[in-house]
């Protein structure tokens, strides 16, 4: 799910490496037509969905002279996913559309190798007991969240001290408020190590994509939040660290790829031979940590302060968060107005200390309510400001 963006593409490119162990059944995007049509051509599914109705005829006519099935709509993604030749599902959407998807993989008993945190930060707790009702493994591909769980391989009954998720610091290391008032889009989508979409990227930026990901880490590995730090890492080598009961700390290390934790998805529990480049001490002769700066980046307290009030308030982060991303790649709001309209969309959303998967997607919506009418003020005084 998500084969176009840019998880998708390089989960693409780690099956093609291994044909004799994996066999592509389903392709889907968004609204990408034209490269789910090509990869269609490439890995020749049995089914390909788009989710953007109104491009279902041309995917459909462009593949006319292939044996695939061309579906298109939201609940077509939850119903492949039920499909008995699948054994696992590469949850690759963005935000909080691959919620319900998930889900229904999770369901259906398949096993799925999760890049769309999106799904533990909106329903963490709901996600995780279909997890252990259905029996099936959740594979984390985020390269934080790989590097976690391949450092507790092995430690079965060893007690957790605490972990510490890594951060480049993105493009904005290091600057203050007064910088950061008046960067542009172009500007923090320069990320300094890895290449992302464009909606991770600003995430990064902003250290909301930590914050998303401390969320996430929550869910995956039983923690309270106490027991989860972030540390900036701006090389990004260490990929993420887990101190144990003893004082002991396991790390996992390598370069900015994200092939690599893709694979270890994908091929778990084998570690397979692959062509990727090596890390070498000798080009890093400094792996050098810093505190994050959460004056400056809101953001990840924000996430934090979502974290601890629970229930459905994550969800309301992350809607927040979505709209006023999307503002700020349309220019529409500036840097830091991002973090004043997810606190106030916080702030006025209904909170709710239990939900259900309908209270989920209904929170959401009632959010971006909230968030876009923020959004249409903010971006009248943003536009006097500039």
Same mark, same amino acid.
């Given at each position: 799910m998500g084969a176009t963006g840019s998880i998708g593409t390089q989960a693409l490119e780690v099956v093609q490496a291994y044909p004799e162990r994996f066999d592509i059944q389903v392709l889907t995007a968004a609204t990408n037509a034209e490269l789910l049509v090509q990869q269609a051509r490439t890995f020749r599914p049995r089914v390909v969905v788009i989710a953007d109705e109104s491009k279902y005829l041309g995917v459909k006519n462009a593949l006319r002279d292939i044996p695939v099935t061309v579906l298109a709509g939201e609940a077509a993604l939850e119903e492949v996913v039920r499909d008995g030749a699948i054994d696992l599902v590469i949850s690759a959407l963005v935000g909080s559309a691959g919620l319900r998807p998930t /889900?229904?993989? #999770?369901?259906?008993? +398949? *096993? #799925?190798?999760?890049?769309? +945190?999106? =799904?533990?930060v909106v329903a963490g707790q709901l996600v995780m007991e279909l997890v252990q009702k259905h029996g099936v493994n959740l594979l984390p591909v985020d390269s934080e969240h790989s590097a976690i769980f391949q450092c507790m391989v092995g430690e079965a009954g060893a007690t957790v001290d605490k972990i510490y998720l890594t951060a480049s610091g993105g493009p904005f290391r290091g600057k203050n408020r007064e910088y950061l008032t008046s960067v542009s889009c172009e500007q923090a989508l320069r990320h300094p190590n890895w290449v992302m979409g464009a909606k991770i990227t600003i995430d990064s930026a902003t250290l909301m994509n930590k914050g998303l990901e401390v969320i996430e880490a929550k869910w995956l590995f039983g923690l309270q939040a106490r027991q989860i730090d972030v540390? /900036?890492?701006?090389?990004s080598i260490v990929h993420s660290l887990v101190q144990f009961a003893d004082g002991s700390i396991k790390a996992q290390l390598g370069l900015p790829d994200m092939k690599l934790p893709i694979q270890y998805a994908l091929t778990y529990p084998d570690r397979v031979e692959n062509n990727f480049k090596r890390?070498?001490? /000798? *080009?890093?002769?400094?792996? =050098?940590f810093e505190r994050p700066d959460t004056v400056a980046f809101r953001n990840l307290a924000l996430a934090y302060q979502a974290m601890e009030a629970g229930g459905n308030m994550p969800c309301i982060l992350n809607a927040a968060n979505e709209v006023v991303v999307a503002a700020f790649l349309k220019g529409n709001v500036g840097f830091l107005q991002m973090s004043d309209i997810i606190e106030e969309t916080m702030q006025r959303a209904v909170h709710m200390a239990a939900a259900t998967l309908d209270d989920y997607m209904e929170t959401d919506r009632k959010s971006r309510e909230i968030a876009v009418e923020l959004v249409t003020k903010a971006k009248n005084l943003y536009h006097i400001a500039k």
């Open positions: /889900v229904a993989a #999770i369901r259906a008993g +398949k *096993d #799925i190798a999760l890049a769309n +945190k999106e =799904t533990l540390v /900036v890492h701006p090389q890390f070498n001490f /000798v *080009d890093f002769p400094e792996l =050098t």
